[in-house]
């Protein structure tokens, strides 16, 4: 995964919950390309659809609170989505996320300050988000080593099979 991704954004409330995130009527679904065609359909039925491939979430507080399904992450993988910058993230929803290799960085207040449709570059080893149209910066939070290596592998299932597959070269 690279480190630099630049994307448009969407531009999300508070307290958006795994169930606006992806709807429980479609938990049934196992196809990836129609899990990302439902996401965010308990915000607005149409995000998924106009989602700029790439694009990056932005939200306010507590984003994927809610249940604890992996449906949420992965929805918004499938959907497109590149990284969701917000001001929190319910615990869970962000270890799930962190694990299925979609980044989230907490950027206190920046939902409060962009627009649909402006472009952001972000750079998760720095920390940092730039507003393209602007070029108005924002300092972030940094993710912990451990979170950035599972991120650079694909997740953390990539990462633990790399892992397995050195241990048996070298032992």
Known sequence: MNTEITGRIIVLGNNIDTDQIYPGRFLAITDPGEIGSHCLGG???SIASSFPKGGIVVAGTNFGCGSSREHAPIALLNMGASAVLADSFARIFFRNSI????????CKGIGKEVHDGQTLKLDIRKGVVTVEETGKVYVC????E???NILEAGGIKPLMRARFKKDEKDG
């Open 141 to 144: 939070e940094q993710l912990g």
């Open 43 to 45: 915000v607005d039925e």
């Open 146 to 148: 451990h979170a950035l």
């Open 99 to 106: 694990n299925l290799g979609l980044p989230l960085i907490i």
